[in-house]
């Protein structure tokens, strides 16, 4: 496995650009499909030159796609190095029959990225659910109050007041055991709107528990 994700970084010689990479293109013409059907079949022989060439002519299509699906370019960058990994250790399982090349690809980018969507979902829902049994720390004023409720309903109503992505980024980092700075990096958002997020999410939860007058 070392050995192939070293193969696997000759090719990912060099950052992928959001900007520089459309999800919808024409259809490949039956001349580039057939190259690229040629360049999988040598990297079925473990031909690096091969997969090196295969990438650089589709990896913009797949990570396109990942960030069009994940809306984060951190994850999709993981999701395209995944696929590309599948591509090199099962390239010669790739039948022209069933589909072009960039067909393939995309298939297997779809695929992986809505797991990983479904994936994280679950991880929150977890998140929250512990949460809402073991909200407790003695220096957060949100956790004092549901202690001193000790009303795991008024939790739950509470935390539906929260946005989507103020709910999420307070899970992860209170419910989840995270720092800030593994919640960035896990949400591959910057460290400020992690701050902001938590910082508006608990005041938001703080004045719904102590019955205040909810900020916006």
């Not at 980018?109 to 979902?121: C, F």
């Not at 409720?149 to 992860?172: H, I, K, P, W």
């Not at 910057?190 to 004045?207: A, F, M």
Request: glycine content about 4%.
């Amino acid at each position: 496995m070392a050995d192939e994700r070293r193969i696997l970084s000759l090719a990912l010689d060099r950052t992928v650009d959001p900007a520089a990479c459309p999800t919808d293109r024409p259809a490949p013409d039956p001349e580039a499909a057939r190259r690229l059907a040629e360049l999988l079949r040598r990297v079925a022989d473990a031909d690096r030159d091969a997969f090196t060439q295969f990438y650089r002519s589709t990896h913009d299509r797949v990570f396109g796609l990942a960030l069009r699906v994940l809306r984060r370019p951190t994850a999709a960058e993981e999701i395209t190095q995944e696929v590309y990994l599948y591509v090199w250790n099962t390239a010669a399982q790739y039948d022209s029959r069933l589909a072009s090349p960039i067909g393939w690809l995309m298939m297997l980018t779809h695929r992986r990225a809505v797991d990983r969507v479904r994936t994280e979902s679950s991880a929150t829902t977890r998140d929250l659910a512990y949460g809402h049994r073991h909200l407790g720390r003695d220096h957060d004023i949100v956790a004092e109050t549901v202690t001193q409720r000790s009303d795991e309903r008024a939790v739950v109503a509470c935390l539906g007041t929260l946005t989507d992505t103020q709910r999420e980024t307070v899970a992860l980092a209170y419910y989840g055991g995270r720092t800030y700075a593994e919640v960035a990096t896990h949400l591959g958002i910057p460290l400020n709107t992690v701050k902001t997020r938590i910082r508006d999410g608990l005041k938001r939860l703080q004045n719904c528990l102590t019955g205040s007058v909810r900020d916006a």
